[in-house]
C-alpha cells in the first residue's frame, strides 16, 4: 500500500489500522475485566480480537505494551470537566464521574488499577493518564478564581485530589460499600476546605 | 505436650507457638518486599523461616493465608493515635505514620497493598486491619469535640478518610514523589474542612 497522500493510501485516524487498534484494545480491556492480569497474553488477545498474532506481537509486543496503549487510547479524547458554574457543582460533577468508573467491581478502572501492580509499563501509563486528566481539571479552579469564589494561589493540584482521594481510598483501596453520597460528600469537604481559609 | 495449665505445658504468648508465628511471617513480608507475590509460596518461606513445610502448611495452608495473618497479628498490638492536644495536631501526627509507612518503594505497606490486589484473602484482612485502626483514630474527633473544637455530630470515618486518603492516593496510586508537607497538608486540609461549616 502506498504511503504517499493518495485518496486511499494515506492512513487516517478512523482507517484501518485505528480499526485494528480499537479492535485490540477492546479486547485487552474486556480480557483483563473478564480473567484478570494472568488471563492477559498476545494469544488471547490475538484470538478475542480476530487480528492476527504477529501483528499484534509487532505493534505491542506484550502485555505492558498494551496496558500502556490502552491508557495512550484513552487520553486521546477532548475530554473536559463539566462546566456547571460553581465550584461545588464542578466538584460533584467531576466526582460523580469517578464514582461511577470504580463503583461496579466488574468496572474497567479497577481492573486496570489492579493490574498497574503487575506492569511497570501499565503503572507509568496510568499515572500519566492520570496526570493529564488532573491538568485538565484545573480549570474548574481557574474558573473559581475567575468568578471570585477562590483567592488566588490556591494549589489547583491539591485541591481535586482532596475532592477526589476518598473516593479511591474508600472503593478500591478499603473496599467500602459504593454510596453515590461519597461523590458529594468528598465534593463538599473540598470546597469547605478550600475555601476556610 | 498437656494442655492442662501446668508450669511449662500452657501456650503462653511469646511461647514456641507465638515464635514460630513471628519467624514465618516476617519471611512471608521480607520475601513479599524482596521478590513481591509471585516469589511467595509456603517452601519459600519454610525455607527462609526455617520453620518445616508441614508445620506450615498445617497452619497458614496457603499464600492467601499466611498474608490473612500478617493483618491478624499487625492489628493485635495497642496502637493508638498521639494525643497531641489540638486536633490539627494529631492529624499531622497520624499522616506523618501514614506518610512514613508508604514513602519507600520498598515499605512493607506497599508491598502488602500490592498484595491484597492478587489475594481475596490478603485484601480482606488489609481492609480489616485498616477499618480497625480507622475506628481507633475515632477517639481523635471525640477528643477535639470533648474540648469543643468540633460540633457534635462530624463523622469521624469522613473526617479521617479526608486527612489520610490524599497520601495513599499521591504515593501510592498517582505515584507522585514523596514529600513530607503532603502529610501536613492533607491535615490542614481536613480541619479547614470540618471546621468550616
Known sequence: MSES?????????????ARTRARVLEAVTSLLVE????????????ERSGVHRATVYRRWRDVGGLLADVFDAAADDDWAPADTGSLLGDLIALNREVF?????????TRALIAASFR??????????????????????????QAR?????????????????????????LMGEPPDPV???????DAVSAVTAG
Open 5 to 17: 497522500a493518495g485518496t486511499t493510501g494515506l492512513r487516517r485516524p478512523g482507517g484501518r489500522t
Open 35 to 46: 480473567t484478570g492480569f494472568d488471563g492477559l497474553g498476545i494469544d488471547a488477545v490475538a
Open 100 to 108: 461511577a468508573s470504580l463503583r461496579d467491581a466488574t468496572s474497567v
Open 119 to 144: 506492569s511497570a509499563p501499565a503503572a507509568a501509563a496510568l499515572r500519566a493518564f492520570w496526570r493529564d486528566r488532573y491538568r485538565r481539571c484545573a480549570v474548574v479552579v481557574s474558573r473559581a
Open 148 to 172: 471570585g469564589e477562590l483567592p488566588d494561589g490556591v494549589d489547583a493540584h491539591r485541591v481535586l485530589v482532596m475532592a477526589t482521594a476518598p473516593l479511591y481510598h474508600r472503593l478500591i
Open 182 to 188: 461519597m461523590a458529594e460528600d468528598a465534593a463538599r
